[in-house]
């Protein structure tokens, strides 16, 4: 099986303003991910699911994302939030084939652990920028894995220029 690791695009600072919780993502974030996702798309074939955190920057960014795929819709997630990797991982193993691409729309610094965690620790030095991706093939229950490729969101960018 292989896991596309994706942290969410540019979003709403946090402040005073909004609560974490309600940020969205901001114009300029939109705007580059539309172009993001169009390279993913042509990296990466169509996943067979798409899941993401239930917070409103993380499902903006699995929506367009899912355009940019076609023909897949988001299911909200929220272990993807941050929190219990163990039983997200053994979710997944347990609902997708080994033949499966799962894509995972996430945050700081939850995506990054979980990099780590499926890559042995290497991925502790692999930050995911906003908008940024990893391609990860996990073994059979999800528990291992090995970094396919980790890419910054400017070079998903230019691969999504037309």
Same mark, same amino acid.
């Given at each position: 099986?292989?896991?596309?690791?994706?942290?969410?695009?540019?979003?709403?600072?946090?402040g005073k303003d909004v609560a974490d919780e309600d940020r969205q993502l901001t114009p300029r974030g939109r705007r580059r991910f539309h172009k993001a996702a169009r390279g993913l798309a042509r990296i990466l074939p169509r996943p067979?699911?798409?899941l993401t955190s239930p917070l409103p920057r993380a499902v903006e960014t699995a929506e367009i994302a899912a355009d940019?795929?076609?023909?897949?819709?988001?299911t909200l997630e929220p #272990? &993807?939030?941050? !929190?219990?990797? /163990?039983?997200?991982?053994?979710?997944?193993?347990a609902t997708h084939g080994?033949?499966?691409v799962v894509a995972l729309v996430g945050h700081e610094p939850h995506v990054s652990a979980l990099l780590a #965690? &499926?890559?042995? !620790?290497?991925? /502790?030095h692999l930050p995911f920028k906003k908008g940024g991706a990893a391609l990860v093939e996990v073994d059979e229950d999800a528990r291992?894995?090995?970094l396919i490729w980790f890419a910054p969101p400017r070079l998903l960018r230019r691969l999504g220029s037309d």
């Amino acid at each position: 099986m292989r896991l596309l690791v994706v942290r969410h695009a540019i979003a709403q600072p946090p402040g005073k303003d909004v609560a974490d919780e309600d940020r969205q993502l901001t114009p300029r974030g939109r705007r580059r991910f539309h172009k993001a996702a169009r390279g993913l798309a042509r990296i990466l074939p169509r996943p067979d699911a798409l899941l993401t955190s239930p917070l409103p920057r993380a499902v903006e960014t699995a929506e367009i994302a899912a355009d940019a795929w076609g023909r897949v819709e988001p299911t909200l997630e929220p #272990r &993807l939030a941050g !929190g219990d990797d /163990e039983g997200l991982l053994s979710s997944i193993a347990a609902t997708h084939g080994e033949d499966a691409v799962v894509a995972l729309v996430g945050h700081e610094p939850h995506v990054s652990a979980l990099l780590a #965690r &499926l890559i042995q !620790g290497a991925g /502790e030095h692999l930050p995911f920028k906003k908008g940024g991706a990893a391609l990860v093939e996990v073994d059979e229950d999800a528990r291992n894995g090995r970094l396919i490729w980790f890419a910054p969101p400017r070079l998903l960018r230019r691969l999504g220029s037309d």
